[in-house]
T-cell receptor, first 119, second 111 residues
Framework: GAVVSQHPSRVICKSGTSVKIECRSLDFQATTMFWYRQFPKKSLMLMATSNEGSKATYEQGVEKDKFLINHASLTLSTLTVTSAHPEDSSFYIC???????????????FGSGTQLSVL | GQQLNQSPQSMFIQEGEDVSMNCTSSSIFNTWLWYKQDPGEGPVLLIALYKAGELTSNGRLTAQFGITRKDSFLNISASIPSDVGIYFCAGRWSGNTPLVFGKGTRLSVIA
């Protein structure tokens, strides 16, 4: 299957600092990438849809200024958690769809996730 | 909004047993996907289904796209310890809409 690389896998930061998480599609191009948040023993909650070359689309209740998304190329999207606070601690997962192959265009491939802990 | 009900929430089974889990939707879906997630990792795609009635296998895993297009099931035959994890169903009702995820089925296999 397609490979999505997400870094870092784990980050611990002080309250008030900003954290950037990168999501790369390694062997395919993705005009759209998705960012999810997952709490322990819970399902994935879609935060936003990242669109290459344009603004991200945020789900209801997700603060745009808090979670900055940049999708500057067909293989890279970044999520920056600005002025992080303890309540932002969570498991963040990115995903991407192969935009140019019909045989797997419907499939969503996930990164390995980033565990963010804000002290 | 769309709702996706996944059951059971958790299962404890003996190694070698077969497992079945399912998802039902309040809306018609065009795509059903089944994922497995290990602790601290992102979900890994197991099976993708695109047509009503479609039955697809991946090794010991078999999944079906329900005829009504509102449900799907995943079966695991002859379970082994490495099957432990959380299984998520996900569906989409059109190509441009986000995937909707079930709440997951936590599988534990007792050796």
């Amino acid at each position: 299957g397609a490979v999505v690389s997400q870094h870092p896998s784990r980050v611990i930061c002080k309250s008030g600092t900003s954290v950037k998480i990168e999501c790369r599609s390694l062997d395919f191009q993705a005009t759209t990438m998705f960012w999810y948040r997952q709490f322990p023993k819970k399902s994935l909650m879609l935060m936003a849809t990242s669109n290459e070359g344009s603004k991200a689309t945020y789900e209801q209740g997700v603060e745009k200024d808090k979670f900055l998304i940049n999708h500057a190329s067909l293989t890279l999207s970044t999520l920056t958690v600005t002025s992080a606070h303890p309540e932002d601690s969570s498991f963040y997962i990115c995903s991407a769809r192969d935009s140019f192959r019909v045989d797997r265009g419907e499939k969503l491939f996930f990164g390995s996730g980033t565990q963010l802990s804000v002290l | 909004g769309q709702q996706l009900n996944q059951s059971p929430q958790s299962m404890f089974i003996q190694e070698g047993e077969d497992v079945s889990m399912n998802c039902t939707s309040s809306s018609i879906f065009n795509t059903w996907l089944w994922y497995k997630q290990d602790p601290g990792e992102g979900p890994v795609l197991l099976i993708a289904l695109y047509k009503a009635g479609e039955l697809t296998s991946n090794g010991r895993l078999t999944a079906q796209f329900g005829i009504t297009r509102k449900d799907s099931f995943l079966n695991i035959s002859a379970s082994i310890p490495s099957d432990v994890g959380i299984y998520f169903c996900a569906g989409r009702w059109s190509g441009n809409t986000p995937l909707v995820f079930g709440k997951g089925t936590r599988l534990s296999v007792i050796a």
